[in-house]
């Protein structure tokens, strides 16, 4: 706390002394004349606190400007007018220290005293930082530290009375009353952005909380690791509960050791044990930030003294380097392809944001901070000096990446100020990002854009760089020998220590290729190129988790290869592709299967587009128009669709490896794709019957999307449910073809040839499955709809399943636009319909209670079926649209997160839940997506091939997979939460009936 203060006043110079008013050097423009001048008018009394006409007429450019465009700032000053006007009238710094000191010295009997007065002070606080900040007056260092310093303070004063009210209970003896954290034996250590002083401005806290169960003053019969995780869950309860007076700062856990398998405090012998024995990189890179920041703080510095030979080693072999790399994955993927889109991106985890300049410094300090003791910092922008002032980087360098990160911060910042949120994401609404643009100091949104993308170019330019000249492990991994018929004895211990469990058929296999045995390698070209290629394929292949899998997976894709050379010297020059062709032989044996039967999809990688934005609809219909017209007959289009489905499917998923595309891009593109197959086989099909049967004159028709097409949320195995909608003329009795049909049954027998063309097996295999079972009346009624029935049947035949399968409905292809608005307006209006809250509510849970009886699970994994899952998330989003969307009907949409976030927006949604169900939700998409890219079949854990295993981590954010599986479960357990609270308890049918 006391460090914290000290950079709020170093970096002030001049301006330190001034009041807001006149240290105010930013004044943003108002989003609006009409709402600052309202919010003015209720803002009256803090302006009357003010000396003179001209420091008024700041204030109010300064505040109508700020408050018109920040809803959260908004809120804070029109709560408390007097606060504002301290606000505005005093030193920042002062001030901000003053609410420090306040909140240390807080002493209360009870606890909800302590959490209502922690509250008020965060608020005071946030308003504080946030008028000094946007207006210029604290610089990022100052605003980042008295966050910093309030989390301490805020900490120290929970443990303060914790401990108090142990020692009440007789349970504890503090060595000084006043101060009972003093030699208390329990630390909470902050780590991250928080132990470096950096926090941002909505950040949770991110603590290991440790304790010494030899020197804690327990007393009365008590247990030290009773009272200690006892204590932490109060602890984290009284920071982050949020009540009516907000919270003080969400409070995470999850960074200590296995938090799967160990409590929420843990003795420090047992945390010492874990890091000498267990530690991995990842936890090293995590623990360069650490710091004792509340309760023993020495105890907890000299914890961290001990662990620093873990932390900071004197000699750092490759393997760790190359995991410290893999902290974020495909680093060059991204390297000088494609603008970035501005709206959507991540400041923080996106391409050229916030962590690319703190991975920039933190990777140098884990590879030379165990013999360069002055890089041991702990903040991002002090090493970046330190880096230059060794030389390690230029001036230049740091100059760059400074103003860079300072820029991102700043924008981060404002984007959480808009509503408090926890997000680094900016606005893909104009609108919105304009706002941030305002509070930024920009007057238009394109000067703001132009700025943000030279940041973050220059950003991704510098961190690229930085990779160019990673260690070339080639000449470390010894004897790759294999000519002539017998085995080279030290080629064999370099295979088996690079991972290959069978080195003799390692080498057998590689030697068959010099003999020239697959027409790739017949040419003595070939084979100098695969030669030089040795080093860095076997060491690729040896990356994936089964080196042996993988080298005979590789092996069959040359074998059918119609030729090497080109190849070979693609894959040598571009090692990025190398690792994604080893990381697919690996751990998606899906796409090693496509990439093995159409070795040419891996020319599209190359091409700077696949590293651009997500394929547009026109653009598959482009392609696959290309592709269809080619085709000399009916059979021969089916093929040609499955063959550029296939292809497509795999560049996507590439993608997804890659990381050039998220989890919800994925989903949106392959929705893209099978509508566009759907779209531009349909004629194909309708001509093909009409070859018989002739077609219907003035006839239109649809095809409906449900489910995970109709959401765009497919995966690579995602069936497609649709609907077949027709209407006719009731005058045209039949089609007028040499085999005339009646109305209806001919569009039964267009959808049986529809269903035939996207799903039967061919040679090039088939396309989908297809599912028309949410039609009406389901496998009773006919295969097609007439659209009259259609609508008279939602009005009154239809369950509220189908209701809620409803939401989820979207036109992907129609005969004239007039017919699809005509279905699309019927969806609207049954789904705008009003209804008895109570009885949908009552109908959701029992069908939910159905299917849990019918497909439930307990596997964590399961992530669609098991309690808390994804059916529960898309149920309780198909709820709120069907009991709200009468009184709204703007909260409708087909994406489930879509619909959540209109909901909260429009008020259906509580905060709290949306903060339980949103980021849920893309965790499980994310997750989804890699399963079934993966691997076919069920998921099962502990089958899980390492490679695969890695990707979900990456997939789900998550340091490792147990911390991936321990997050599940708690996921799972809020949403469940989350149903029963929004739509009712989840009652097995004995249960609710009896």
């Known amino acids: 706390m006391k460090v914290a203060l000290e950079m709020v006043d170093e970096t002030q110079g001049a301006g330190a002394t001034a009041p807001l008013m006149a240290a105010l050097t930013v004044l943003p423009e108002a989003r609006d004349a009409a709402v600052a001048e309202a919010t003015l008018a209720d803002l ?129 003896a503090p060595t000084d009353p006043d101060r009972p954290e003093k030699g208390c034996g329990f630390v909470a250590l902050a780590m991250g952005k928080y132990g470096a002083f950096e926090l941002n401005y909505s950040s949770d806290i991110d603590l290991i909380v440790l304790y010494d169960p030899e020197h804690a003053p327990i007393t009365g019969g008590a247990e030290a690791p009773v009272e200690f995780v006892r204590l932490t869950k109060r602890l984290v309860k009284i920071m982050g509960d949020r009540t009516a007076e907000g919270y003080v700062f969400r409070t995470d856990l999850r960074l200590r050791p296995d938090p799967g398998a160990t409590p929420l405090a843990m003795s420090i012998p047992a945390a010492l044990v874990y890091y000498e024995s267990l530690g991995q990189n990842w936890e090293r890179a995590a623990l360069i930030k650490a710091r004792a920041c509340a309760g023993d703080v020495p105890a907890g510095e000299a914890f961290l ?55 920039f410094a933190q990777t140098q300090q884990l590879i030379a901070g165990g013999r360069i003791t002055e890089l041991r910092g702990k903040r991002t922008l002090e090493t970046l000096a330190t880096l230059a002032e060794l030389e390690w980087i230029s001036g230049e360098t740091r100059d760059e990446l400074t103003a860079a990160y300072v820029f991102l911060r700043h924008v981060e910042h404002r984007i959480q100020m ?248 994925v989903g949106e593109a392959l929705a893209r794709l099978a509508e566009q197959i759907v779209a531009g086989l349909l004629p194909h099909v309708i001509d093909h ?66 269903v035939a063309a996207l799903s039967a097996p061919t040679a090039e295999g088939r396309l989908y499955e297809v599912d028309f079972r949410l039609r009406p009346s ?62 949908v509510a009552g109908e959701v849970a029992a069908m939910r209670a159905r299917i849990e009886a019918e497909k439930g699970s307990k596997d964590i994994w399961d992530l669609k079926q098991v309690a808390g899952g994804l059916v529960d998330i898309e149920f309780i989003a198909q709820f709120l649209q069907l009991v ?30 949306a903060e339980v169900l949103l980021p849920a939700g893309r965790t499980y998409h994310a997750l989804t997506q890699v399963q079934r890219l993966a691997l076919e079949g069920r998921f099962k854990a502990e089958e899980v091939p390492k490679g695969v295993r890695d990707l979900l981590v990456h997939a789900g954010e998550a340091p490792d997979f147990a911390h991936q599986e321990h997050r599940l479960a708690e996921m799972q357990g809020d949403v469940r939460a989350c149903f029963e609270r929004i739509v009712g308890p989840v009652k097995a049918e004995k249960e609710a009936t009896g």
């Not at 932390?311 to 494609?338: C, E, M, N, P, T």
């Open 778 to 839: 389901g496998n009773a009624g006919p295969l097609a709809t007439r659209l009259s029935a259609f609508e008279a049947y939602q009005v009154k035949d239809a369950w509220t399943w189908e209701h809620m399968a409803l939401t989820r409905a979207r036109v992907i292809c129609a005969s004239t636009p007039a017919f699809q608005s005509r279905i699309e307006a019927t969806i609207r209006e049954t789904l705008a319909r009003p209804r008895d809250r109570a009885a």
């Open 689 to 754: 019957v009409a070859e018989n049967h002739g077609r219907l004159p003035g006839a239109d028709w649809a095809v409906l999307a449900m489910g995970k097409l109709g959401g765009r949320e497919m995966t690579a195995s995602s069936d497609l449910d649709l609907i077949l909608l027709y209407e006719h003329d009731e005058a045209v009795t039949a089609t007028d073809g040499k085999r005339p049909m009646a109305p209806g049954q001919y569009f039964i027998r267009l959808t049986q040839r529809l």
């Open 884 to 913: 709200h969307g009468a009184a709204d009907p703007g909260i409708l949409s087909q994406t489930t997160e879509t619909a959540l976030e209109r909901c909260l927006r429009s008020g259906f949604l509580a905060p709290e839940d």
């Open 418 to 665: 808009l509503n408090d949120e926890q997000t680094h994401i900016l606005p893909a609404d104009e609108a919105e990002r304009m706002r941030v643009a305002r509070l930024m100091g920009f007057t238009d949104l394109a000067s703001f854009e132009t700025a943000l993308r030279a940041e973050l170019s220059t950003v991704q330019t510098h961190y690229s760089a930085l990779f160019e000249n990673e260690p070339e492990l080639a000449s470390e991994l010894g004897n790759l020998v294999f000519t002539g018929d017998d085995d080279d004895p030290d080629t064999l211990e370099t295979l088996s220590r690079l991972g290959y469990k069978r080195p003799r058929e390692a080498a057998r296999i590689i030697r068959a290729w010099h003999f020239g045995r697959y027409p790739a390698v017949r040419s003595s070209k070939a084979r100098e190129r695969l030669t030089e290629l040795h080093p860095v394929l076997l060491d690729a292949l040896a990356g994936t988790d089964n080196a042996d899998q993988a080298l005979l997976a590789f092996d069959g894709f040359l074998s059918k290869l119609p030729a090497g050379v080109q190849l070979f010297s693609l894959l040598r020059s571009n090692p990025q592709l190398l690792k994604l062709l080893a990381t697919v032989m690996g751990a998606a044996p899906r796409l090693a299967e496509v990439v093995s039967r159409r070795v040419h999809v891996l020319d599209a990688v190359l091409d700077p587009a696949f590293f651009g934005a997500m394929p547009t609809s026109p653009e598959f219909a482009a392609g696959l128009e290309r592709t269809l017209t080619l085709a000399r007959f009916y059979e021969d289009a089916l093929d040609r669709a499955r063959i550029f489905a296939q292809e497509q499917q795999f560049l996507i998923g590439l993608r997804l490896l890659s990381d050039t595309l998220t989890p919800n891009q």
């Open 44 to 172: 009256e009394p803090a302006l009357a606190m003010l000396d003179g006409d001209e420091s008024r007429r700041k204030a109010e450019a300064f505040l109508g400007g700020v408050l018109s465009n920040a809803p959260y700032l908004r809120d804070l000053a029109c709560s408390d007018p007097q606060r504002l006007g301290e606000v505005l009238t005093s030193v920042p710094a002062e001030r901000v220290r003053a609410l420090i000191a306040a909140a240390d010295a807080l002493r209360c009997e009870e606890e909800a005293d302590l959490m209502a007065r922690l509250r008020a002070l965060k608020k005071d606080l946030a308003l504080t930082l946030g008028l000094a900040d946007i207006g210029g007056a604290l610089d990022l260092t100052a605003v980042t530290a008295a966050l910093s310093g309030f989390a301490d303070a805020a900490l120290t004063a929970a443990i303060r009375f914790c401990l108090w009210d142990l020692e009440r209970r007789g349970r504890f």
């Open 305 to 359: 003294k001990e662990i620093a030979p873990f932390i900071w080693r004197k000699y750092l072999d490759y393997a760790s380097i190359a995991d410290v790399h893999s902290i974020k994955r495909q680093i060059h993927v991204h390297k000088g392809h494609g603008q970035i889109a501005v709206a959507g991106h991540n400041v923080k985890l996106g391409r050229g944001g916030i962590r690319e300049v703190e991975f």
